[in-house]
């Protein structure tokens, strides 16, 4: 995901690649670098929101959700049914309150299920992906 950033009158163009146990791809003016992400766990598998998810769907045991974390607009789902993602691999991309969030794996596995469909508006708590 490309960001063009401004710190004082310094403009930025920053790519962010792939985040992989705390450790981003970053880009920054053509120069790569690792990132190390200090609150990596607090901000990739945030805690639950106490809501029933507007999805039927129950996974089975074993199996983890990618939920919204906050009301918004799904812009793309990266993977698809049968896909092989790693803990921390991008799943599907949200946009809430005029910003891009990744939403992110919290394990290796299987995607099972995919709930929703690129464009669809989501609530907090609402089930997007199921990965086993």
Known sequence: MLYKIRIGDE???????????????????????KVEIENYNSVAFPAAMPRTPASTSVPMP???SVIAPIPGVIL??????????ETGQTVA?????????NLVSSKDG???EILVQKGAKVKTGDLIIIIG
Do not use: C, H, W
């Open 93 to 101: 991309i949200i946009e809430a309150m005029k910003m891009e969030n």
């Open 110 to 112: 299987i995607v099972r």
């Open 76 to 85: 793309d789902i990266v993977v698809q049914v049968g896909d092989k993602v």
């Open 11 to 33: 403009k930025f163009e920053v790519e962010v690649g792939g985040v992989k146990d705390g450790l981003a791809s970053v880009t920054v003016n053509d120069v790569p670098y």
């Open 62 to 64: 074993g199996s983890v």
